[in-house]
């Protein structure tokens, strides 16, 4: 078990900086996600934190311990790859098997572990097998395997599901989450792959460019993105953003888009400038009052429907009642709900402190599935 401390951290190549001075903090016991377009500095991050890249300068902390500049195999952390390099010549007995031996562990204590781990991961019945025949699943399972065997203090994973289909990997998501659970010990994870990161993560930290943009709940991540990228990256549809080029001062109450009060949230900051951040849940399509575009995109999606909108300030996503007749190149209004907007500083394309911001994400009535149960019975 092990809190992970980063300060500091870059790491340059030649002239180029791929990790530009990160500075954060893993958790004891935490799933920690790293989110990111491909290129953006997850990997190295993640490498240097498992002693197989030197940082450029900066700091990494173990628990108490200074391990910058300790080589992998002195840090008690297990990194698990992408593409599993397993021995193909040994059984999974004596994949799993393998670093314990080497680290020259009792012949019963290897025994003991090994068919446990294996009973947890379902893969006890191979233990005799080939590794050649399995399937990728269970190929990923044995790679676990042999990386939970050692107990380390913590597990760094690479888009270690990159190679598997959509519902397999979902799969494997939800095990990877419940046997961090089980085992407790810290987890870093990256992926490129948002969904990924909801599913599993206690908190999120999403790079671009080689920085840092925001570490975070799922939950706040989606609800408080601090900045254009996040919003854009988080959420699907992604969230919208509409331009207007007005003064928005802390007394403002609503803005003008083409000549439409909008109604906000009450600003802390000053901008001249700014983008209005919409997540589709909160903008209502109306007839009149809203702001005036036309139809782009019909979306049905069984429960709801998406409509995207035109607008002179630009494109916006409502999400709308399923049964809504709603055509291509209709006309119609975007109206969102002034509560929930969030405001952008247009050049920074910063989050700008608002009396929405202010409040932690609104809890819904019924918390609880027994509540959730009497509503469905009762509706
Ligand atoms: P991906 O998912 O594509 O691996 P990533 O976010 O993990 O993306 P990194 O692998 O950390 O990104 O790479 C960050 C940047 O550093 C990229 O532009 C990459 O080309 C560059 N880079 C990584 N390793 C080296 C290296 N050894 N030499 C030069 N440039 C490198």
């Given at each position: 078990?092990?809190?992970?401390?980063?300060?500091?951290?870059?790491k340059?190549?030649?002239?180029?900086?791929?990790?530009?001075?990160?500075?954060?903090?893993?958790?004891?016991?935490?799933?920690?996600?790293?989110?990111?377009?491909?290129?953006?500095?997850?990997?190295?991050?993640?490498?240097?934190?498992?002693?197989?890249?030197?940082p450029?300068?900066?700091?990494?902390?173990?628990?108490?311990?200074?391990?910058?500049?300790?080589?992998?195999?002195?840090?008690?952390?297990?990194?698990?790859?992408?593409?599993?390099?397993?021995?193909?010549?040994?059984n999974?007995?004596?994949?799993?098997?393998?670093?314990?031996?080497?680290?020259?562990?009792s012949?019963?204590?290897?025994?003991?572990?090994?068919?446990?781990?294996?009973?947890?991961?379902?893969?006890?019945?191979?233990?005799?097998?080939g590794?050649?025949?399995?399937?990728?699943?269970?190929?990923?399972?044995?790679?676990?395997?042999?990386?939970?065997?050692?107990?380390?203090?913590?597990?760094?994973?690479?888009?270690?599901?990159?190679?598997?289909?959509?519902?397999?990997?979902?799969?494997?998501?939800?095990?990877?989450?419940?046997?961090?659970?089980?085992?407790?010990?810290?987890?870093?994870?990256?992926?490129h792959?948002?969904?990924?990161?909801?599913?599993?993560?206690?908190?999120?930290?999403?790079?671009?460019?080689?920085?840092?943009?925001?570490?975070?709940?799922?939950?706040?991540?989606?609800?408080?993105?601090?900045?254009?990228?996040?919003?854009?990256?988080?959420?699907?549809?992604?969230?919208?953003?509409?331009?207007?080029?007005s003064?928005?001062?802390?007394?403002?109450?609503?803005?003008?888009?083409?000549?439409?009060?909008?109604?906000?949230?009450?600003?802390?900051?000053?901008?001249?400038?700014?983008?209005?951040?919409?997540?589709?849940?909160?903008?209502?399509?109306?007839?009149?009052?809203?702001?005036?575009?036309?139809?782009?995109?019909?979306?049905?999606?069984?429960?709801?429907q998406?409509?995207?909108?035109?607008?002179?300030?630009?494109?916006?996503?409502?999400?709308?009642?399923?049964?809504?007749?709603?055509?291509?190149?209709?006309?119609?209004?975007?109206?969102?709900?002034?509560?929930?907007?969030?405001?952008?500083?247009?050049?920074?394309?910063?989050?700008?402190?608002?009396?929405?911001?202010?409040?932690?994400?609104?809890?819904?009535?019924?918390?609880?599935?027994?509540?959730?149960?009497g509503?469905?019975?009762?509706?």
């Amino acid at each position: 078990m092990a809190d992970i401390t980063v300060e500091n951290l870059q790491k340059r190549f030649a002239n180029f900086t791929a990790v530009k001075n990160s500075n954060f903090k893993i958790h004891n016991g935490e799933f920690f996600v790293l989110l990111g377009p491909s290129g953006c500095g997850k990997t190295t991050t993640l490498r240097m934190i498992a002693g197989i890249e030197i940082p450029s300068s900066g700091r990494i902390i173990l628990d108490q311990d200074d391990v910058t500049f300790k080589r992998a195999r002195e840090r008690d952390i297990a990194f698990v790859f992408q593409l599993f390099a397993l021995y193909p010549h040994m059984n999974v007995r004596q994949n799993m098997a393998f670093p314990l031996e080497n680290e020259k562990f009792s012949k019963s204590e290897v025994k003991r572990r090994v068919e446990d781990i294996a009973k947890m991961l379902k893969i006890d019945h191979l233990l005799e097998n080939g590794v050649g025949n399995l399937s990728g699943g269970d190929r990923q399972r044995v790679a676990l395997g042999r990386a939970i065997v050692r107990q380390p203090k913590a597990f760094l994973m690479d888009e270690p599901l990159g190679t598997l289909d959509t519902e397999f990997r979902e799969l494997m998501c939800l095990e990877l989450r419940r046997l961090h659970d089980r085992l407790g010990a810290t987890t870093v994870y990256v992926t490129h792959d948002q969904h990924e990161a909801m599913m599993m993560a206690d908190r999120i930290m999403v790079m671009n460019q080689g920085e840092i943009l925001q570490v975070d709940t799922p939950e706040r991540m989606y609800n408080f993105p601090n900045c254009k990228f996040v919003g854009t990256f988080i959420g699907t549809p992604p969230m919208s953003f509409l331009r207007v080029d007005s003064t928005v001062r802390v007394t403002d109450k609503s803005i003008a888009i083409q000549g439409v009060p909008v109604g906000i949230p009450r600003t802390h900051e000053t901008a001249p400038s700014v983008l209005l951040g919409l997540r589709p849940e909160h903008v209502a399509l109306v007839s009149s009052g809203g702001i005036p575009g036309t139809v782009k995109a019909v979306e049905y999606l069984g429960s709801h429907q998406i409509v995207t909108l035109e607008t002179a300030a630009g494109t916006v996503r409502a999400r709308v009642d399923k049964n809504l007749k709603v055509r291509l190149d209709d006309a119609a209004q975007a109206l969102p709900d002034a509560s929930r907007v969030l405001l952008y500083n247009a050049s920074t394309e910063k989050l700008m402190a608002s009396d929405y911001t202010r409040l932690e994400v609104a809890k819904p009535e019924a918390t609880n599935l027994e509540a959730v149960r009497g509503a469905v019975a009762h509706g």
